[in-house]
């Protein structure tokens, strides 16, 4: 039997046997364990929670315990040597990738990328939002026999490492199921200047379908923080339609115009999008296009459209931590297993249990590298639109200056509200 159906099959069984030997009351500690798991909803609509029910279908005392590691040491009657095992309060980073998929053009580029920092003594979880435009040099090099490494867009680092026919001369480690992910901890450690334990990554599919599981056909209810309008939000699968513009017509418009100016030539690739700021219901498709906006005249761009990630996030905690929602674990956990690509492992998860307390109670907090301060525009050598750092190309020191003051923050604001572990 696979593991999801092994998990599938057993919390069905407890969810039957809890309804019918216990009061509501009564479920209260088992539904707390549910909401502990919430952790990874919280941290971007990835819902990596689902590894969380492993938990349950292994004992207990092969998932908790101290992890020792015994050397021989010379001189010393040779005596085994026990390595303290690492803080379990230690800061903690897990990259969070977004792509569209199959189907999508660039579907393994990463539309979205954020970096989950979990400061568990401080009770704190800082979601930090990277552009996925962000100039980046990549450890691969431009070819099999080059010494000098490719210098590539922040998204690209997914799609290098994922792919089976380009960059094979690539090192071990960012090839395979999780290439693309290691080449992602690998680059977002750099700019930050922390090591990434995990990454999770999904696609706009599983997004919409994770979000059908959580809140049926009808969606969510969001609370829109503004009124905005997108004239120019891509119709799937429209993307090379000519608009009835002849093979003439065409060459004077690509003589006319040029990158976003050209495609907005063609009207009939595009829809209309327009939301009204307040609490609204907003249906699976609709809130998947919701996040993905870019090209709004209010809120637009990649740093608008984090802004509003994080409304999603709060929408879907809201949701998850309802009562009404415990009968549908089995099937999320069921489909998260099927969807979801990570490297996240049973370990991280025992430490939560053990040591990180309710993370019902966990403060979540956003930021946002942006060109405000952080960053300026620029272009590449050949041509391309590009963020790089205002300190200088691969200077990241001020991103590092600004992930060590999430810390603080975290830490002297648990210490005032009487939360620091």
């Keep these: 039997m696979s593991k999801p159906l092994l998990i599938f099959n057993i919390i069905s069984y407890k969810a039957t046997f809890v309804k019918r030997q216990f009061s509501l009351e009564k479920c209260g500690i088992i539904e707390n364990m549910l909401k502990r798991w919430y952790f990874w909803l919280l941290m971007s609509v990835v819902f990596v929670i689902s590894l969380g029910a492993t938990l349950l279908a292994w004992p207990r005392d092969q998932l908790v315990g101290e992890t020792v590691v015994i050397t021989d040491v010379p001189g010393q009657n040779d005596q085994p040597e026990v390595e303290a095992p690492p803080d379990p309060l230690r800061v903690r980073y897990i990259a969070l ?46 070819s099999a026999d080059s010494s000098q490494n490719m ?36 680059v977002i450690g750099q700019i930050i200047g922390q090591a990434v334990e995990y990454y999770v990554a999904v696609d706009f599919s599983g997004f919409v379908r994770l979000i059908e599981i959580i809140g049926g056909s009808s969606g969510l209810k969001i609370n829109v923080p503004y009124s905005f309008v997108d004239e120019f939000y891509p119709i799937e699968g429209e993307q090379n339609n000519n608009c009835d513009f002849s093979e003439e017509q065409i060459a004077q418009l690509t003589e006319q115009y ?44 990649d740093f608008g459209r984090s802004a509003r990630q994080q409304v999603v996030m709060e929408a879907v905690k809201d949701k998850i931590f309802s009562l009404s929602f415990v009968p549908k674990w089995p099937e999320f956990i069921a489909t998260v297993f099927k969807i ?38 620029g272009r590449s050598s050949d041509g391309q639109y590009v963020l790089m750092p205002r300190s200088g190309e691969g200077d990241y020191s001020q991103i590092h200056a600004l992930v060590q003051t999430m810390i603080d923050e975290a830490t002297r604001e648990a210490s005032l509200a009487g939360r620091l572990k």
């Design 340 to 377: 979801v690509r990570t490297d996240l492992d049973l370990d991280l998860m025992s430490d939560i249990l053990r040591d990180w307390g309710d993370i019902r109670e966990y403060t979540i907090k956003s930021y946002v590298v942006d060109n405000k301060e952080l960053l300026r525009d």
């Design 258 to 301: 040029t990158g976003y100016e050209l495609e907005q030539q063609f009207t009939c690739r595009y829809e209309r999008l327009e939301f009204n700021q307040g609490l609204q219901l907003i249906e699976p498709e609709q809130l998947l296009k919701f996040v993905r906006s870019r090209h709004s005249g209010v809120g637009g761009g």
């Design 97 to 142: 990738l977004g792509h569209g998929g199959a189907g999508h053009d660039g579907g393994s580029l990463a539309d979205t990328v954020m970096v989950a920092q979990i400061v568990p003594h401080a009770a704190t979880i800082n979601l930090l939002s990277l552009p996925r435009d962000l100039w980046v040099e990549l450890p691969v090099t431009k």
């Design 151 to 186: 210098h590539a867009k922040l998204n690209t680092t997914l799609s290098v490492g994922s792919s089976e026919r380009m960059y094979t001369w690539r090192d071990e480690r960012f090839q395979g199921k999780n290439g693309g992910g290691q080449l992602a901890k690998e």
